[in-house]
């Protein structure tokens, strides 16, 4: 089936972090115990109308003597997912240096928070507007090829701050990033359910730890380098290059292995 825009799981995150983003965009010039309170009422509306959602009906109980349903053998990852296990940890640590770290990078600039804080709203809409493109365009191609060009296109978004800091370079960053990670997000897990279609349980798990561990990796190596200047670079310019020098490789491992993968993108 084709992915449908209305799916909502996949547009969501967009839509959250740009409507977060507007919100602090717009409340810059309040305390930052008050925007607090402002996301965390957001948070609860979010939360109320999930449960009003929520189906009345109980979960079907079995009756009391009746066994329950075996459940399916676990399947072995196996050695042959470790590239997809590592593409996708490299994911974790390209995303979260532009995600982090852009409206930073805008503040160096300018300090007026009605600029820098442009970045997320940019960032969130990118990123909803492409679950929209994938929907439309992108459903005929195989996962593991949509999924290398959006690291590939991820990696020019990271690539771009090291040319030249301004605020017009750091938003073109936010839309080639904040336009892929959904994407690269949605090709991905759907890659790990067409290599293991039993039970992608095992590897979904290794996927998701990987990019977790990536995305703790990021601002570590931001932290440790600190205020240094290495080779005349910065922490935020050696955690671009880093990020930028995975990304394009694990797309690059990608891409020359989408020849083996018929099966379509955007799909369920």
């Given at each position: 089936?084709?992915?449908?825009?209305g799916?909502?799981?996949?547009?969501?995150?967009?839509l959250g972090?740009?409507?977060?983003?507007?919100?602090?965009?717009?409340?810059g010039?309040?305390?930052?115990?008050l925007l607090?309170?402002?996301?965390?009422?957001?948070a609860?509306?979010g939360?109320?109308?999930?449960l009003?959602?929520?189906p009345?009906?109980?979960a079907t109980v079995?009756?009391?003597?009746?066994a329950?349903?075996?459940?399916?053998?676990?399947?072995?990852?196996?050695?042959?997912?470790?590239?997809?296990?590592?593409?996708?940890?490299?994911?974790?640590?390209?995303?979260?240096?532009?995600?982090?770290?852009?409206?930073?990078?805008a503040?160096?600039l300018?300090?007026?928070?009605?600029?820098?804080?442009?970045?997320?709203?940019i960032f969130?809409?990118a990123?909803?507007?492409?679950?929209?493109?994938a929907?439309?365009?992108?459903?005929?191609?195989?996962?593991?090829?949509?999924?290398?060009?959006?690291q590939?296109?991820?990696?020019?978004?990271?690539?771009?701050?090291?040319?030249?800091?301004?605020?017009?370079?750091?938003?073109?960053?936010?839309?080639?990033?904040?336009?892929?990670?959904?994407?690269?997000?949605m090709?991905?897990?759907?890659?790990?359910?067409?290599?293991?279609?039993?039970?992608?349980?095992a590897?979904?798990?290794?996927m998701?730890?990987?990019?977790?561990?990536?995305?703790?990796?990021?601002?570590?190596?931001?932290?440790l380098?600190?205020?240094?200047?290495?080779?005349?670079l910065?922490?935020?310019?050696?955690?671009?290059a880093?990020?930028t020098?995975?990304?394009?490789?694990?797309?690059?491992?990608?891409?020359?292995?989408?020849?083996?993968s018929?099966?379509?993108?955007?799909?369920?």
């Amino acid at each position: 089936m084709r992915l449908r825009l209305g799916d909502g799981s996949h547009t969501g995150v967009g839509l959250g972090i740009a409507s977060t983003g507007v919100l602090t965009w717009l409340g810059g010039g309040q305390s930052a115990i008050l925007l607090w309170v402002e996301l965390g009422l957001l948070a609860v509306v979010g939360a109320a109308y999930v449960l009003w959602q929520l189906p009345s009906t109980p979960a079907t109980v079995s009756p009391a003597g009746t066994a329950a349903p075996p459940k399916p053998a676990q399947p072995k990852v196996g050695r042959g997912n470790l590239g997809v296990v590592l593409c996708y940890s490299a994911f974790g640590f390209g995303y979260i240096i532009p995600a982090t770290f852009l409206p930073t990078m805008a503040r160096q600039l300018v300090s007026d928070p009605l600029v820098f804080g442009l970045t997320w709203p940019i960032f969130g809409t990118a990123a909803a507007l492409s679950v929209a493109f994938a929907s439309r365009w992108l459903h005929a191609w195989s996962r593991r090829r949509v999924w290398a060009i959006g690291q590939g296109v991820m990696a020019v978004g990271t690539f771009l701050p090291l040319l030249q800091q301004s605020l017009w370079v750091l938003a073109g960053s936010a839309v080639l990033v904040g336009g892929t990670f959904m994407i690269t997000t949605m090709a991905g897990l759907q890659l790990a359910r067409e290599r293991m279609p039993e039970n992608p349980t095992a590897l979904l798990a290794r996927m998701t730890a990987g990019f977790a561990a990536g995305q703790i990796a990021g601002p570590l190596l931001v932290r440790l380098i600190g205020d240094s200047q290495i080779a005349g670079l910065d922490a935020l310019s050696w955690a671009s290059a880093a990020a930028t020098v995975l990304l394009a490789a694990s797309a690059l491992w990608l891409w020359r292995g989408g020849n083996g993968s018929t099966t379509k993108a955007c799909s369920s």
